[in-house]
């Protein structure tokens, strides 16, 4: 049995997402995007709104959400800033690996102060040296009695300045390789936790992305999370349940664009056949819309295959794939649409275009993602 409908409470909170989003978000973007500025007070709203620990579940203080409702939240944030809403979900995605892997004692004990405020958490997994290949990361950590002592610097971190607390990936025993990675906890007043300078992106401006660095930070052994050197299986989770998320952000940029491109071309005064009146122009649209209407359908399914208990690697592969590799084609189609208008900064539709792009790099690039999915198929 295949329904495509929403329930009633998955419609009302795609609406109080949309309204929360038009209302409160679209009209900071400019300035927050122009100004790199990370704006606590849209955070704090969110979370009053009960929409920034979604995720988390109930008996941790969370909303007890799953991953289909994240898309439609992450759609509609996302439309209205990229920069805003990869923050936002950057909480979620930093909790994850606790989520995942973490004892219930550690939820219990970490969880519901975190969400019982405006706080939000850092995933700490990339490195100068290591980006898509995970598995050379240099970030070491060593057992001293009833501690574990982290070294190293974690680069392009979502919310890298702003969190109070971060999933670290680190080499416990270097001579395993990927299989001697384990993944702690760090709180942000841990001794020894500093933040390099802030990344001047080309899009998603208003993310605070920043060096991580790890110099002598010293964690109770119960921070670890999972069993033995279980940190390569607990980030490939985690990036498994996050795709389809990262997936409809890059669905709502792109609405949001074709969105622009069918308003400019109706209020434009009728002529016959010529400039945006024409076939050409007016396919273009019809291209964008499949592709937007395609690309929501795969993250949705990847969404409910994990939130019913199924594997998903290789339909969240193609769903970060499909929704970031047209949401570029889209946005770049919605400024070539408005022609000049679209190229100048008083619009929204350049932003769009730049903010595309880094979906098609974050969460593994998306020749990465094609590595995963052809595993997948021929193992
Ligand atoms: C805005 C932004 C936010 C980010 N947020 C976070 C975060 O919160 N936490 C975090 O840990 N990281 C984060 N990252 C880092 C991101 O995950 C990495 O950039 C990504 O994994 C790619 O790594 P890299 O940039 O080092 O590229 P590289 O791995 O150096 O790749 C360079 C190029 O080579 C290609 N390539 C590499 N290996 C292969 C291969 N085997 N086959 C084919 N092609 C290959 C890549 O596709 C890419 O085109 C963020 C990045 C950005 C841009």
Same mark, same amino acid.
């Given at each position: 049995m295949i329904d495509f409908s929403l329930s009633p409470e998955q419609e009302v909170l795609r609406d109080l997402a949309r309204d929360f989003a038009q209302k409160e978000i679209v009209p900071l973007a400019p300035q927050l995007e122009r100004e790199q500025l990370h704006s606590e007070e849209v955070v704090e709203k969110c979370y009053r709104l009960g929409l920034?620990?979604?995720?988390?579940?109930k008996e941790y203080g $969370?909303?007890?959400? $799953?991953s289909l409702e994240g898309c439609l939240l992450a759609e509609e944030l996302a439309a209205a800033c990229a920069g805003v809403e990869v923050g936002l979900y950057g909480n979620i995605l930093g909790l994850l690996p606790l989520l995942i892997a973490g004892s219930p004692e550690l939820k219990h004990e970490l969880l519901p102060r975190h969400c019982s405020g405006s706080n939000v958490a850092a995933l700490c997994l990339t490195e100068a040296e290591a980006g898509s290949d995970v598995?050379?990361? #240099?970030?070491r950590v060593r057992r001293v009695a009833d501690q574990y002592i982290i070294e190293g610097t974690k680069r392009f971190i979502t919310n890298g300045g702003v969190a109070s607390l971060y999933s670290v990936f680190a080499q416990?025993? #270097?001579?395993? $390789?990927?299989?001697?990675i384990s993944a702690f906890i760090v709180p942000r007043?841990?001794?020894?936790l500093s933040f390099g300078k802030r990344e001047d992106k080309?899009?998603?401006?208003?993310t605070d992305t920043r060096e991580v660095i790890f110099e002598e930070v010293r964690i109770p052994?119960?921070? #670890?999370?999972?069993?033995?050197?279980d940190g390569f299986n607990i980030a490939m989770k985690t990036l498994d349940a996050s795709r389809p998320v990262v997936g409809a952000q890059a669905v709502g940029i792109a609405r949001a664009a074709f969105e622009a491109a069918v308003a400019y071309v109706k209020q434009q005064v009728p002529s016959? $056949?010529?400039?945006?009146?024409s076939q050409g122009i007016h396919f273009m649209l019809a291209d964008m819309a499949i592709k937007v209407e395609a690309a929501r359908l795969v993250c949705w399914h990847a969404a409910w295959l994990g939130d019913h208990g199924h594997r998903n690697t290789k339909e969240s592969a193609i769903a970060k794939c499909f929704a970031s590799d047209i949401a570029v084609e889209v946005t770049t189609d919605a400024v070539q649409v408005l022609g000049w208008p679209g190229y100048?900064?008083?619009?929204?539709v350049e932003r769009y275009m730049r903010d595309a792009k880094a979906h098609q790099i974050f969460e593994g690039t998306n020749q990465i993602q094609r590595l995963v999915i052809a595993r997948q198929l021929v193992r």
């Open positions: 920034l620990h979604y995720g988390v579940p $969370g909303g007890g959400l $799953g598995r050379s990361i #240099r970030t416990e025993q #270097r001579e395993l $390789g990927y299989k001697g007043d841990t001794p020894g080309m899009g998603q401006r208003s052994s119960r921070f #670890r999370l999972g069993e033995g050197h016959d $056949g010529a400039g945006v009146a100048m900064k008083d619009r929204p």
